[in-house]
Structure formats: C-alpha cells, structure tokens
Nanobody, 119 residues
Framework: QVQLVESGGGLVQAGGSLRLSCAAS???????MGWFRQAPGKEREFVAT????????YYSDSAKGRFTISRDNARNMVYLQMNSLEPEDSAVYYC?????????????WGQGAQVTVSP
C-alpha cells in the first residue's frame, strides 16, 4: 500500500510561484511519480512525471518551461515547483504513483492540494 500526502497549495497572484510537496510511503525510491491537476468542470490532466531516480522528466506543453518536477529519494518526497503562474493554472493538484515512466497508468493518488491563482 502506498500513501501520498500533498502540501503547499494556496492562493497566489498571477506571475507568482508555489512549490507543492508530496510525502510518500512504501518503496518510494523505485517508483515513477507524477503530478496531475483537475480544474472545476474539467477532466483531470497530466502535468509532469519523473523517473524513479530523477534522471528523466516529462512535462505537458502547458507546464514546460514554467514548472519543474523533482524528487528526494532519501526523504521520500516529490516536488512541483511552479513559476509564472496564470489563472488558468488554478486547479486541485494531485500527486500520483505511476506504473511506468513517462506515461504509465496511475495506481495511487494523493488527496489533492488546491492551487488558486488570482488575476
């Protein structure tokens, strides 16, 4: 069983930055991980994924150049640094364990963290 707990969400003005954190249990150092988001009335969408050792990352077009996914296997943590935030980035952000990097099926989800970007 894998447990994922996100933190770091909140309210920020457009152009600002936030860093999301995800604390994981289990054999974290061998998991590929990802971040996804879901805005009201929209389907959940992929944001970024990272390989088990952090050596490879993969981003959605909307995240590329603005967001950075990283991990610390010694601390069982994965992060999403979000810069140049836009109101369109407002959503609940979910940490996830994926079966295979970069686009594997999600087999565990966190509870989500709200990110709200004001104009």
């Amino acid at each position: 069983q894998v447990q994922l707990v996100e933190s770091g969400g909140g309210l920020v003005q457009a152009g600002g930055s936030l860093r999301l954190s995800c604390a994981a249990s289990g054999s974290f150092s061998i998991y590929a991980m990802g971040w996804f988001r879901q805005a009201p009335g929209k389907e959940r969408e992929f944001v970024a994924t990272i390989s088990w050792d952090g050596g490879a990352t993969y981003y959605s077009d909307s995240a590329k150049g603005r967001f950075t996914i990283s991990r610390d296997n010694a601390r069982n943590m994965v992060y999403l640094q979000m810069n140049s935030l836009e109101p369109e980035d407002s959503a609940v952000y979910y940490c996830a364990k994926i079966r295979q990097f970069p686009k594997g099926e999600v087999d565990y989800w966190g509870q989500g963290a709200q990110v709200t970007v004001s104009p």
